[in-house]
């Protein structure tokens, strides 16, 4: 079974670096953007709209799934302490 906890979030300085490189990138394409025509080739609000809702039906799935199997991991605990503590 696959080790859960925390990941280490502490800013490095190469994730620093990373962050300030993806942010400049984002930046200048958003700026292309502006500067192109439309070519009619991106999709409208509305297809948009229901690729996100896709994408969080999806997400709430993953969570769902998760939530489940930490819950069983609890429940297994407490099994495993009460047979323990007797």
Do not use: H
Request: proline residues 5%; without cysteine; positive net charge.
């Amino acid at each position: 079974m696959p080790k859960r906890g925390r990941k280490s979030i502490a800013p490095t300085k190469e994730n620093d670096e990373k962050e300030e490189g993806q942010l400049s990138r984002a930046s200048s394409i958003s700026n292309m953007d502006d500067t192109q025509p439309d070519s009619g080739s991106e999709p409208n609000g509305e297809s948009n709209l229901a690729l996100i809702l896709k994408e969080l039906r999806e997400l709430r799935k993953d969570f769902g799934q998760q939530l489940s199997g930490i819950k069983e991991d609890i429940s297994k605990i407490g099994k495993r302490r009460s047979r323990g503590a007797n």
